[in-house]
Structure formats: structure tokens, C-alpha cells
């Protein structure tokens, strides 16, 4: 049988990218490939980059040659449109076609929210960002496949300005905190299924770090720093909590327990999504 393979969308433009990896980063689609190489080992992992100009496209025919299909984060707004955002609408909308599996990452649930049929709105609160706290399951998330083994509130590293004003329909909210009512979704449409996470179970404390250097001054216009300096000095506490989870100090200072530091709880959503939807619908389709 030939190996499983998963297709990563990434989210941002090429200029996107170029600053994440300045700020000392890189592209999510590369840390989110890697991560799920790590979760499914002898996985195959492709990326496609649908904000690019003249970017070449998987069709149907070249979605359902895929196990999976995961769209990453982004710093575009959905409601912007254009030639940016289109297309990832377009290539959502034809992945939900083909049925096959597919998880969205912050950007990618409000990319399959306006696909399937919601809206997305700038967050009258602000933006939230670090880590999303005491996010809690609703009913339908108690007990969800997404949340096999996650607790009924937990906190997990995150960065959005914008949220959800109006779901699809067929939508199930699975999990909500203070700052976002829709902190993750399932989407049922024509035989596909779909789950999404408003925050980043696949970032480490070294990417949400690199994305508070990214955006820099526009975070201390928005007050969450006094100045600069004092921005860089908290990324790099967060790079070395990063690099060493093990510094009780640091874990103490940033309110970092087991629900962030630890790996394999922080990407359980990830690993239950290939556990309970692309694996079966592999075996389904007679790949393994």
C-alpha cells in the first residue's frame, strides 16, 4: 500500500512568510508538515500555497489522492477577499466536496466557516493572543472524537484577531471561551466532515514567539506592550521556555502547565483528527 499522504495549505502570502522567518520563525505550513510527521511517522506531507500568485492548484481528482488535507494559519482577513483570500475559499469549498478529511488551524475555520456557508467578523474585544484561556467544552465537544482525551477546560496557544459572527449551517460548536464564543467547530456538509480549532494546538512557544516579533509595534499600539523592548524580552522567555520546558521559573511566570509544555496533550486534537477521521476514511477507502 503506498504511504499515507497529507496535504498542508498554507495560509499566508509569500510576503507573510518572509516575516515570520525575519522574526526568527517560519511558515506554519512547515512547522504544521513537520508536526504531523512526528504524530504519524512514515507520513508524506505536501504543501500547497494558494496566496501566491499563479499558485497550482490541486483540483478534486488531485484532493482525493490525499488522506487529509489541514489548512494552516494566516495573518489575511477573510472578509478583506481578493486574490489572496478567493482562492483558499475556492480550494476549501473543493475539499469539503471530495469528502475527504479535513482540519483547519485559526484561519483555516474561518476559511471553512465563509466556505460552508458563515461569516467571519473582526473581534469587537480585540485581538487574542499568547495563550486562549479556560477553553471550555460545550455539550457537543463533552465526549466529541476531537477531544478524546483533552480536558473539559484547558488553555492552548493562540493568535487571531478576528472570529466568527455567524457559523455554517450543519455546524456543531465544540468548544468557547470569553473571547470567542467559537473556539472550535465540526462542519457536516454532503458527506464531508470537517473539524477546526480557532487556536494553534500545532504551535510551539517558539512560533508564538517568532509571531510576537512579526507583528511587533502593531502590538504595542494595541497596549499588550509598554514598548518594543519589553516585547522582545518576553519572546525570548517564551524561546527559552521553548527550547527547555523544564525551567519551573518561566513555566510559573507565563502560566504554562502541562496543558501547553507538554507535546502530546497540546496536539491532541491534531493526533485525534488522524486517529478518527483520516485513518478510518483511509481503510475506508482501501489504502491500508
Given at each position: 500500500?503506498?504511504?499515507?499522504?497529507?496535504?498542508?495549505?498554507?495560509?499566508?502570502?509569500?510576503?507573510g512568510?518572509?516575516?515570520?522567518?525575519?522574526?526568527?520563525?517560519?511558515?506554519?505550513?512547515?512547522?504544521?508538515?513537520?508536526?504531523?510527521?512526528?504524530?504519524?511517522?512514515?507520513?508524506?506531507?505536501?504543501?500547497?500555497?494558494?496566496?501566491?500568485?499563479?499558485?497550482?492548484?490541486?483540483?478534486?481528482?488531485?484532493?482525493?489522492?490525499y488522506?487529509?488535507?489541514?489548512?494552516?494559519?494566516?495573518?489575511?482577513?477573510?472578509?478583506?477577499?481578493?486574490?489572496?483570500?478567493?482562492?483558499?475559499?475556492?480550494?476549501?469549498?473543493?475539499?469539503?466536496?471530495?469528502?475527504?478529511?479535513?482540519?483547519?488551524?485559526?484561519?483555516?475555520?474561518?476559511?471553512?466557516?465563509?466556505a460552508a456557508?458563515?461569516?467571519?467578523?473582526?473581534?469587537?474585544?480585540?485581538?487574542?493572543?499568547?495563550?486562549?484561556?479556560?477553553?471550555?467544552?460545550?455539550?457537543?465537544?463533552?465526549?466529541?472524537?476531537?477531544?478524546?482525551?483533552?480536558?473539559?477546560?484547558?488553555?492552548?496557544?493562540?493568535?487571531?484577531?478576528?472570529?466568527?459572527?455567524?457559523?455554517?449551517?450543519?455546524?456543531k460548536?465544540?468548544?468557547?471561551?470569553?473571547?470567542?464564543?467559537?473556539?472550535?467547530?465540526?462542519?457536516?456538509?454532503?458527506?464531508?466532515?470537517?473539524?477546526?480549532?480557532?487556536?494553534?494546538?500545532?504551535?510551539?512557544?517558539?512560533?508564538?514567539?517568532?509571531?510576537?516579533?512579526?507583528?511587533?509595534?502593531?502590538?504595542?499600539?494595541?497596549?499588550?506592550?509598554?514598548?518594543e523592548?519589553?516585547?522582545?524580552?518576553?519572546?525570548?522567555?517564551?524561546?527559552?521556555?521553548?527550547?527547555?520546558t523544564?525551567?519551573?521559573?518561566?513555566?510559573?511566570?507565563?502560566?504554562?502547565?502541562?496543558?501547553?509544555?507538554?507535546?502530546?496533550?497540546?496536539?491532541?486534537?491534531?493526533q485525534?483528527?488522524i486517529?478518527?477521521?483520516?485513518?478510518?476514511?483511509?481503510?475506508?477507502?482501501?489504502?491500508?
Amino acid at each position: 500500500m503506498p504511504a499515507p499522504r497529507l496535504l498542508v495549505v498554507e495560509g499566508n502570502t509569500a510576503d507573510g512568510r518572509a516575516l515570520l522567518k525575519a522574526a526568527g520563525g517560519e511558515a506554519p505550513s512547515v512547522g504544521y508538515a513537520g508536526l504531523l510527521r512526528e504524530l504519524w511517522p512514515g507520513v508524506v506531507t505536501d504543501i500547497c500555497y494558494p496566496a501566491d500568485p499563479g499558485a497550482n492548484l490541486p483540483d478534486a481528482c488531485g484532493i482525493e489522492g490525499y488522506d487529509g488535507v489541514v489548512l494552516t494559519g494566516s495573518a489575511l482577513h477573510v472578509y478583506d477577499g481578493g486574490p489572496h483570500v478567493d482562492p483558499q475559499i475556492a480550494l476549501a469549498r473543493t475539499v469539503l466536496k471530495t469528502g475527504v478529511p479535513i482540519f483547519g488551524s485559526c484561519w483555516g475555520l474561518q476559511v471553512l466557516t465563509v466556505a460552508a456557508g458563515g461569516s467571519v467578523r473582526r473581534n469587537p474585544k480585540g485581538r487574542e493572543i499568547g495563550f486562549g484561556r479556560r477553553i471550555r467544552l460545550t455539550a457537543a465537544g463533552r465526549g466529541h472524537a476531537m477531544y478524546a482525551g483533552k480536558d473539559e477546560v484547558f488553555n492552548s496557544v493562540t493568535v487571531h484577531l478576528d472570529e466568527v459572527e455567524s457559523v455554517a449551517p450543519n455546524t456543531k460548536v465544540l468548544a468557547s471561551n470569553a473571547f470567542s464564543a467559537v473556539q472550535a467547530i465540526e462542519i457536516a456538509l454532503n458527506g464531508a466532515t470537517a473539524w477546526a480549532v480557532q487556536y494553534h494546538p500545532e504551535y510551539t512557544l517558539n512560533d508564538i514567539a517568532a509571531t510576537l516579533r512579526r507583528y511587533g509595534k502593531t502590538l504595542v499600539k494595541e497596549g499588550f506592550f509598554p514598548d518594543e523592548a519589553n516585547l522582545v524580552a518576553y519572546s525570548h522567555e517564551l524561546d527559552t521556555l521553548g527550547r527547555d520546558t523544564s525551567i519551573k521559573w518561566l513555566a510559573w511566570r507565563h502560566a504554562c502547565d502541562h496543558l501547553i509544555l507538554d507535546t502530546r496533550y497540546r496536539t491532541k486534537e491534531i493526533q485525534n483528527w488522524i486517529t478518527h477521521q483520516v485513518q478510518p476514511m483511509r481503510s475506508k477507502r482501501g489504502r491500508e
